[in-house]
Structure formats: structure tokens, C-alpha cells
């Protein structure tokens, strides 16, 4: 159907003439990358002719002419995990000042889909990768770096790949948890791990070991669990208590995990803090408004995406510039969740376990979910 009336779309030239400056002029005025290249005023008043008219640039006639796209693709693990929100806002937050739009793709942590939606990507032209699915060990990340791709990782890294990577700093925000708890007189302290598949299940778990053992106490409460999820951290208390209930503390690979805990602390019976104390980690939304509220290991997951994306745009102005990490410090926001022994405990005085020791692995659920409403000792306000 043809619309006789319609005006043609406004062109570059249009916009030139507009603003009383030569096409080259409002071409640089109107591209983020090189708009510093002329005075303040004329790119002031190219942009104002660009909007009375408008005028939308196009992108596609543009990259043909410069072989570049500016766009930049992101992938994350999970869109339900209330980590990565902030993280995508930090990653926008610098690149669309520079002139780049993101391409976000989710892969649902599974192997066959991330391999597509990264090949969706390249065929876009994307300039580079931002990539937060990173495992320990990754043959398609592997293969991205010696053919070229440039990528950033964010969150997670590969065991001995030169990638340049951003991450918070784990080991110090777990030392700081169990010393917290031992400062109120915990003395067994459990741990339920993230995978030990990836970077940051791997060094928190090393990092809880380091420091209860520094500080004299018992090691030998771990339990791994499958998957970064609530449901997750859920088996895996459950497997604690079935194994032993001498613990009075919860060191949580993160707060979907802290979540899981307590789920079952509902279901058995539990007190938080009363009975068992639990501290998660990242600080993702709303922990405060749970009740108890959850005390847990802040990480500034804005400026985690930041920092991403100016490595990145590093990357992509100088190919060959040396790999390098970045760790973000991490913070321990002590809420509710925590307090003193109620008593000193004796084995099996905990409800709902059965006494024992050891380190397990509980089978994931791959579901990230948000906490359930009612049926439990806290809510969201």
C-alpha cells in the first residue's frame, strides 16, 4: 500500500543544509566517535536540525562504509539471576556514550545454546563479545580467542586463557564473611559452594577454606551445588542437615543459594538467625526487605559492567594490547542474618538432621527462581 502523502525521509544532506554546515560536518556531529572534532556549538546546532527534521542515521549504510558496526554483543548465563541487571546497565551505561549499541543474548547456561547465539552474533559483525558464561574449562571460548574474536570476560574466567577479564574480588569478600561470623563466636561454619565448574564457585570455596583454617576451625562442612539457584541451595541444605546439624553458620556461594537455605529453614522448623546464621554474596535487590534481611558480600556489579566495556573499547582501539584482570573489591553489608549463638551448641541439636562430616555434591536444578511467596519466615516489601 503506497501513501502518496508521505514526505520523503530526511537525509544527511537535509541536515546539512538544516544547520548551515557542510555534509562531512553534520556527518562528524552526529557519530559519537567523532563528534569532539568539531566545536561544541556546531554539533549543538547540527543535532537540533537533525531532530527538527527527523533525521535517523543509517547505521547499516554506515558500517558498510567504515567495516565497523558499532555493536557489541553481551552473554549471560541466566536473565531470571537479579545479578546481572545491574551488570547489563553498566555495560550500556559506557558504550552507548561511545557510540555502540548492545546486543544482549541469554543462554540459559546451556553448552548447544550459547554456541548459537554466539554465532548469531558474529554474523551480525558485532566488534567484540562481553561474556559472563564462562567456565573453568571452555572449548568454545578457547576457539574464540585463537580465531581473533576480541572478548571480554566478565564475572567468571577460563583456567590459563589470556583473556582480559573483570571480576569482583571473591576470595577477599568470603575471608571477610567467615571472620564476621567467627567475631560473633561461630566456631562450625558451613560452606554450600556454587559449581566448582566455574571461577567463582572454585575460588570462593578455596577462599571459605583458607579462612576458617586460618582461624583454627573445622574445614569439613562443604556442600557443592549444581547450579547457582535457589532450588539449588536448597538440596544442598537439605544433604547438610541429613549428613550433620553441628553447625550454627551458612556461608552461601551466593544469595539464590542464602535463598535456598532459607526455604528449608521453613520447612524444618528453623530460626535465622536463632538457630543457623547465613551470609550470601553479591547483594543482589531486595535482600534488605526479606526477613530476616540477608547480611551478604556486596560486589559493585554496575561498575563490574563498566569496567567491561572500557576494556573492551580498549580492546577494539589497540588488538594487540596485553591482556590484563581487574578485581572490583568486595564489601561484607552485615544485615539480620547473622548473630551470636544463641547457645553453645552441641552436636545434633539443630532440628531436622542427623549428625555427621564431609564434603558432597548435590545434582543441580537448573531453575533460577525467585523467592516463593509464603510458606516461609520472610517476605518482600
Known sequence: MTHPNRLPAPTLRDVAEAAGVHTA???????????????????????????ALGYQPNSAARSLKTSRSSTVGLVIPDLTNPLFPPIVRGVESVLESDGYNVWIVNTDNDEDRERAKIESLRSRQVEGL????????????RRLHEQGVTMVLINRQVENLSVPAVTGDDATGVAAAVRHLAGLGHTRIAHLSGPLSTSTGRVRSQAFRHAVRDLGLPGDLTVECG?????????????????TTDFTAVVAGNDLIALG???????????????????????????????????????PHHEL?????????????????????VLLPAS????????????????????GGTRGTGTARVPGNSAATMPAAGGRPHTRQ
Request: some cysteine.
Open 227 to 243: 547450579h547457582w539457584s535457589e532450588a539449588d541451595g536448597a538440596a544442598a541444605m537439605r544433604a547438610l542437615l541429613a549428613r
Open 261 to 299: 537455605c532459607y526455604d528449608v529453614f521453613a520447612e524444618r522448623g528453623l530460626s535465622c538467625p536463632d538457630d543457623v546464621s547465613v551470609i550470601g554474596f553479591n547483594d543482589m535487590p531486595f535482600l534488605d526487605k526479606l526477613r530476616p534481611p540477608l547480611t551478604t558480600v556486596a560486589v
Open 332 to 351: 561484607l553489608m552485615v544485615r539480620g542474618s547473622t548473630a551470636a549463638p544463641r547457645t553453645p551448641r552441641r552436636a545434633g541439636s539443630v532440628p
Open 305 to 325: 559492567g563498566a569496567e567491561a566495556a572500557r576494556m573492551l573499547l580498549a580492546c577494539i582501539d589497540e588488538p594487540d594490547r596485553p591482556a590484563r584482570s
Open 25 to 51: 560536518t553534520a556527518s562528524r556531529a552526529l557519530n559519537p566517535k567523532t563528534r569532539q572534532q568539531i566545536s561544541a556549538e556546531t554539533a549543538r546546532r547540527v543535532m537540533r536540525a537533525a531532530q
Open 130 to 141: 562481553i561474556i559472563a558464561t564462562a567456565q573453568l574449562e571452555h572449548p568454545l571460548l
